[in-house]
């Protein structure tokens, strides 16, 4: 059992840098993958970063790939998704996700075990 809390989303310019964060409790977090995912209004809820349980492995979408940085530390039971160079296309609530399988489930949101309730990110112009 895992449960998941996203915190810092925000309201940035174009070009502007925001760090999310993603607490995590349970006595397994080390043995799950970790995603980011988004969702804009009216829109589905959309792959963008994960991270292997081992931390050695990062994938990312293509329109994230060179601006975003995911990670994680064990220790802290958290993870992390660094965003730089934002664009207002990045707009959207961010959330993070939990499961044993996650990277072969990023493209079927619906599969994931675990949720946080996501964060606010929204990029003017």
């Known amino acids: 059992q895992v449960q998941l809390v996203e915190s810092g989303g925000g309201l940035v310019q174009a070009g502007g840098s925001l760090r999310l964060s993603c607490a995590a409790s349970?006595?397994?977090?080390?043995?799950?993958?970790m995603g980011w995912f988004r969702q804009a209004p009216g829109k589905e809820r959309d792959f963008v970063a994960a991270?292997?349980?081992?931390?050695?492995?990062?994938f990312y979408v293509d329109s994230a790939k060179g601006r975003f940085t995911i990670s994680r530390d064990n220790a802290k039971n958290t993870v992390y998704l660094q965003m730089n160079s934002l664009k207002p296309e990045d707009t959207a609530v961010y959330y993070c996700?939990?499961?044993?399988?996650?990277?072969?489930?990023?493209?079927?949101?619906?599969?994931?075990?675990?949720w946080g309730q996501g964060t606010q990110v929204t990029v003017s112009s």
């Open positions: 996700a939990a499961d044993i399988n996650l990277y072969n489930r990023r493209w079927y949101p619906a599969s994931l075990g675990y």
């Open positions: 991270i292997t349980w081992s931390g050695g492995s990062t």
């Open positions: 349970g006595r397994s977090f080390s043995r799950y993958e």
